[in-house]
């Protein structure tokens, strides 16, 4: 699956695109101010538990809030 599918179907399950993330994780304390200060795993269960995303589309979510990947990567 391409990342770009990846974040249609997180859109289309949670209601939710990365700005929503990028928000909530600040919320969390996951990150501050823009920056992750958190593990791949804290952020993985936070999405697993409150989302109920599986593993693959926790760490797209993941790779947005480290800066591996943007909204426009494929």
């Known amino acids: 699956m391409s990342f770009q599918g990846y974040l249609k179907t997180i859109k289309e399950k949670t209601g939710k695109d990365p700005a929503d993330f990028r928000q909530l994780a600040e919320e969390k304390g996951f990150t501050q101010n823009g920056e ?8 993985t269960a936070w999405l697993k538990h409150d989302f109920e995303l599986g593993h693959g589309h926790a760490m797209a979510i993941y790779a947005l809030l480290k800066g591996i990947k943007n909204e426009e990567s494929e």
């Open 36 to 43: 992750l200060n958190a593990k791949a795993g804290e952020i």
